[in-house]
């Protein structure tokens, strides 16, 4: 149980153009999702925090307006990059906990690869 | 910010027990150690957590002092297939965010 998804897998897009991924909790609700944004060798950085049906919140540095976040429902978080471009290129994840929680354990997607050529 | 240190890299040959040490010097009272594991283009995966003493599960076992300055995170006999990043971390109970700080990257030589 507690598996996360995440859809594509990995996206390769023009410079400008919005992205879409998807984060689902496919087997629990989720009570809050998390994003996080990853480059090459380094450590996973969380970018923001959501829960449904209310606005996300983000981490200092982290532009709202270029990363919109959806959190339409238990088992569904959306993150958009708009206006992508390359240095927007980086392995995003997603990951999910579930009530009641009695360990700091977070379930996580397997990861999207963005590519902004 | 991540609050913890813990060495970047290891080696280690298949079949030896490996201790990855963290330090926690600033470490709240109510914090709890949780350690995860992230493959190559995977996202990561929690491996274990405590507070103090030992915890073990059928993974690792988790050793954390008296004064939780420190957590030792002990992988018995390892394999090929525990090469990864190893990432320890503190937060209270139930903790919406978690902050990963730089990982150790264990790599296991056949």
């Known amino acids: 149980g507690a598996v996360v998804s995440q859809h594509p897998s990995r996206v390769i897009c023009k410079s400008g153009t919005s992205v879409k991924i998807e984060c689902r909790s496919l087997?629990?609700?989720?009570?809050?999702m998390f994003w996080y944004r990853q480059f090459p060798k380094k450590s996973l950085m969380l970018m923001a925090t959501s829960n449904e049906g209310s606005k996300a919140t983000y981490e200092q540095g982290v532009e709202k307006d270029k990363f919109l976040i959806n959190h339409a429902s238990l088992t569904l978080s959306t993150l958009t990059v708009t206006s992508a471009h390359p240095e927007d290129s980086s392995f995003y994840i997603c990951?999910?906990?579930?009530?009641?929680?009695?360990?700091?354990?977070?379930?996580f997607g397997p990861g999207t690869r963005l590519t902004v050529l | 910010l991540a609050k913890t240190t813990q060495p970047i890299s290891m080696d280690s040959y298949e079949g030896q027990e490996v201790n990855i040490t963290c330090s926690h010097n600033?470490?709240?009272?109510?914090?709890?150690i949780t350690w995860y594991q992230q493959f190559p283009s995977q996202g990561p995966r929690f491996i274990i957590q405590?507070?103090?003493t030992k915890v073990t599960n059928e993974v690792a076992s988790l050793f954390i002092p008296a004064d939780r300055k420190s957590s030792t995170l002990s992988l018995p006999r390892v394999s090929l297939s525990d090469t990864a990043v190893y990432y320890c971390?503190?937060?209270?109970?139930?903790?919406?965010?978690?902050?990963f700080g730089t990982g150790t990257r264990l790599t296991v030589i056949p």
């Open positions: 990951s999910a906990d579930r009530a009641p929680q009695s360990y700091n354990e977070q379930f």
């Open positions: 405590g507070y103090k």
């Open positions: 087997d629990f609700q989720a009570t809050t």
């Open positions: 971390l503190e937060a209270p109970t139930g903790a919406n965010n978690l902050f």
């Open positions: 600033n470490i709240a009272t109510n914090d709890y």
